[in-house]
């Protein structure tokens, strides 16, 4: 079984930018799509964005034009590259498989967006 180990977060000033990381303990190369995920304090988790083994991508609408997915299967790891960032995206965030498999969830990583 692949545990994943995100890392990346932080405070930030709104407009600014983070860029996320997930790190798999095995070969992430055969699982077909991997998603990020967020879960901001009271509201429940949300797919923000996934990509496939073949790179086509998928964003959640409020992070379009904002956030970049990709996936290094040579490293293990995938990535979430964060511009521009609101108030509104300060969560917890995780990577998991998409569609999820509970046993992958990590610890996540925080990310706090000042005004």
């Known amino acids: 079984q692949v545990q994943l180990v995100e890392s990346g977060g932080g405070l930030v000033q709104a407009g600014g930018s983070l860029r996320l990381s997930c790190a798999a303990s095995?070969?992430?190369?055969?699982?077909?799509?991997m998603g990020w995920y967020r879960q901001a304090p009271g509201k429940q988790r949300e797919l923000v964005a996934f990509i496939t083994r073949s790179g086509y991508t998928n964003y959640k609408d409020s992070v379009k034009g904002r956030f970049t997915i990709s996936r290094d299967n040579a490293k293990n790891t995938v990535y979430l590259q964060m511009n521009i960032l609101q108030p509104e995206d300060t969560a917890v965030y995780y990577c998991?498989?998409?569609?999820?498999?509970?046993?992958?969830w990590g610890q996540g990583t925080q990310v706090t967006v000042s005004s």
């Open positions: 095995g070969s992430i190369f055969s699982i077909d799509v």
């Open positions: 998991n498989l998409y569609p999820v498999l509970n046993d992958y």
